[in-house]
């Protein structure tokens, strides 16, 4: 992208009035950007209101630190493998999948080692043809064979640990994990994606809610670089974009269109995630829900969507079989094998005191598994510092103690 077109284009964002639907009306009456800001303010009319009109005239007041600042990003030296780019509507680099949308970005900022499936270029508003040649690139990611993995931003120990391994088997079976980089199950699901990556690269995908010149939030600040050397970065926000509350919500319509599937893994009533699964569901597409404990407020969103009709997923199989994708021996029992596996050595010792199975699935405080067991304070806690080493019970806030795995 030249200087003089980057211009044009940010300065189409930064116009105040002019959104996304009446950028796309310019763009379909007038080509390119350039050409808008060429236009006679009667000719401008014809398509907008005289206040939008009179706004395209001038020049917003932070455009050209704007200019500066995203053409140094874009000319910055990044780590081996990793580019820096700008995907405008009509653009080769552009997700068609996204055109879809009833809002779609006149821009994103691309940071990362992989880029989306290249299409051969067309009008950049002509919606109407909707042919798409790809173009075959190893690093390619095809929103076609990604999913969608959302959830609570402080999810219970299990919600995280069944994210890592959904995220893994999905990985293995050569799909491609999109998130959101928040806390909690977001991180998780990009973790799991990228412990499965074994030297690939396009396995998972995060949509931020700011510039991609800040890292939110900054514990994640890693995890971004890793994504960025072995999967890829989106943003819709001008860099130097702050993580403003507005802009999370309004991503998530894009990490809904980036997949053909959204699986919410754990999420409360009032979630995010929730939103994210209304989108793909609006958009015709599967939503699937992990089932959690009913005493746990971060699984009564799931139980919420499998009762409105989203596919109720105990393995990542299930996902699969859903999406009818194949499912290779290794990923059918992945999820199991890390989950069982860890058991087997330690079931034999714990089998004669049935702490395991006293303690269930659900948060279980020292009083309680006193009352269910009969066993001494002393000895329980050592059987249960026993069980936390070996990854099959997590310690919570307040005391309580919860299984892992099943």
Not at 167 to 181: D, M
Request: hydrophobic share 40%.
């Amino acid at each position: 992208m030249q200087r003089d077109e980057l211009t044009a284009w940010l300065r189409l964002t930064l116009t105040p009035g002019i959104g996304n639907s009446s950028a796309r009306k310019l763009l379909g009456a007038f080509g390119l950007p350039q050409a808008i800001f060429e236009q006679t303010n009667p000719a401008l009319q014809q398509v907008v209101t005289s206040a939008q009109a009179l706004a395209l005239r001038s020049e917003p007041p932070d455009l050209q630190a704007l200019i500066d600042s995203t053409w140094a990003w874009l000319q910055q030296d990044a780590p081996v493998g990793v580019r820096r780019q700008l995907a405008t509507l009509g653009d080769p680099l552009y997700p068609q999948a996204l055109l879809n949308l009833d809002d779609p970005p006149l821009m994103l900022y691309l940071l990362g080692s992989a880029r989306f499936q290249q299409y051969e270029p067309q009008a950049p508003v002509k919606q109407s043809q909707n042919t798409t040649d790809f173009i075959v690139h190893p690093l390619e990611i095809d929103p076609r064979t990604c999913l969608a993995m959302v959830g609570s931003r402080n999810p219970t120990p299990q919600g995280a640990a069944n994210a890592r391994l959904f995220a893994k088997s999905i990985v293995q079976a050569g799909l491609t994990v999109v998130s959101g980089l928040a806390l909690g199950i977001d991180g998780a699901a990009h973790e799991g994606a990228l412990d499965a990556a074994d030297g690939q690269r396009g396995v998972t995908v995060a949509v931020v809610g700011t510039g991609l010149d800040r890292v939110y939030p900054k514990a994640h600040r890693d995890l971004a670089h890793r994504i960025a050397r072995q999967g890829l970065l989106v943003s819709e926000y001008p860099l130097g974009t702050p993580p403003l509350t507005a802009n999370f919500p309004k991503r998530n319509r894009l990490i809904a269109g980036l997949a053909q599937g959204t699986l919410v893994v754990e999420a409360a009533l009032k979630s995010g995630s929730l939103i994210t699964a209304r989108l793909s569901s609006e958009q015709g597409k599967e939503v699937f829900a992990i089932p959690g404990s009913i005493h746990a407020a971060q699984s009564r969103g799931c139980h919420a969507l499998i009762k409105q009709g989203a596919k109720l997923v105990e393995s990542a199989q299930d996902v699969l079989e859903e999406l009818k994708w194949p499912c290779s021996p290794q990923v059918a029992t992945n999820f199991t094998a890390n989950n069982e596996g860890k058991a087997s050595a330690a079931d034999g010792f714990y089998e004669e005191t049935g702490l395991l199975l006293a303690l269930g699935f659900d948060p279980v405080g020292l009083e309680a598994l006193q009352a269910r067991t009969g066993f001494d304070t002393p000895h329980l806690q050592a059987q249960l510092m026993a069980l936390e080493l070996d990854g099959l019970v997590a310690r919570l806030p307040g005391g309580l103690f919860q299984r892992q795995g099943n």
